[in-house]
């Protein structure tokens, strides 16, 4: 890409994001905290609160622009966790992290968890289910949350089981979220309240599929003008380990990697496990960047 590219190329719209607003000058680290039941406490059902209030400081000080809450009810093959589980697990840490100035984003595709983290508080959904279960899209209308809509091929509990199949992968993955995208604004959903996400490892061949969304990544989001934001999580993902033939842990680096990569394609919002080396891999990118547009 020479820099004439670079300069032709827009900031993706203002998020609006309950309390907050937020711009893209610069690519935004979503921090991920999953809320897991402390296997040391009877039955698994006690949330480790205090782990999770102390991951989420430390993502604070390392750099993180957004937090973003799971009760891992999304990740694949997972098994379901029941409503009432998730809620005990979300509910509370969106209480207790509402008072610490920071944009907070809850993963959940159940309206009921929508509702209730709205009402405590929480500014933005992240919905790996784009919004398609039923009174999901009611549950977010009447509030100012951003959104997040993910493209997902099939369902989580079979998804990598099944071969995922595409013609053209990044034209499909577009013209599921203009779909996804325009049921919300025909609800009501303002456009400056949406965020997309191709949704890697989510109905995809590992290398093929993943690695072709991420080359053509602006392609994937509904085309607009200027471009809705585009948000990514790749970060520990079979299509790191793929390539690098490294375990989940040891995927550092190659995340930092697939993070500038996006960046340089125009990801918005990265959504990272690892935010204090993310947040210097992408001071990098930018300081190129901005040098691009200086000369
Ligand atoms: C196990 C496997 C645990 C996979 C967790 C996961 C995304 C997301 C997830 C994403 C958006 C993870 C996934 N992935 N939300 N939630 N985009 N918007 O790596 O790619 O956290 S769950």
Not at 97 to 107: F, I, K, Q, T
Not at 169 to 179: C, I, S, T
Not at 180 to 189: E, F, I, N, P, W
Request: overall charge negative; hydrophobic content about 45%.
């Amino acid at each position: 890409m020479s820099n004439a590219d670079i300069l032709n190329y827009s900031d993706p719209e203002p998020l609006q994001c309950g309390r907050f607003t937020l711009s893209f000058e610069r690519p935004l680290v979503m921090g991920i905290l999953n809320v897991t039941p402390d296997s040391f406490s009877d039955g698994g059902r006690f949330v480790a609160r205090g782990d999770a209030l102390r991951q989420a400081e430390r993502m604070l000080l390392d750099g993180a622009d957004i937090i973003d809450i799971g009760g891992e009810s999304t990740r694949p093959g997972a098994p379901l966790v029941p409503l009432d589980e998730e809620l005990e697990r979300v509910i509370p840490l969106v209480e207790q992290l509402r008072g610490a100035n920071m944009p907070l984003s809850v993963d959940t595709y159940k309206p009921e968890v929508m509702r209730q983290a709205l009402a405590a508080g929480a500014d933005l959904i992240n919905d790996v289910w784009g919004f398609r279960m039923p009174g999901a899209i009611e549950a977010v209308r009447e509030s100012n949350c951003g959104l997040c809509v993910m493209h997902m091929l099939g369902e989580p509990q079979t998804m990598q089981t099944v071969e995922p199949a595409y013609e053209d992968v990044v034209r499909e993955v577009r013209a599921f979220l203009e779909v996804r995208v325009g049921a919300l604004t025909a609800a009501g959903v303002a456009k400056t309240r949406i965020s997309v996400d191709p949704g890697f490892g989510f109905g995809k061949a590992v290398v093929e599929h993943n690695y072709a969304l991420l080359a053509h990544l602006r392609e994937t989001a509904p085309r607009s003008e200027p471009p809705l934001p585009i948000l990514v999580g790749m970060s520990r993902k079979s299509m790191l380990g793929k390539v690098t033939g490294r375990h989940t842990s040891e995927r550092v680096v190659a995340g930092a990697a697939a993070a500038v990569c996006a960046a340089e394609r125009g990801a918005a919002i990265v959504r990272v496990h690892d935010v204090a080396e993310t947040v210097d891999a992408l001071k990098v990118w930018a300081a190129v960047r901005d040098a691009a547009r200086r000369s």
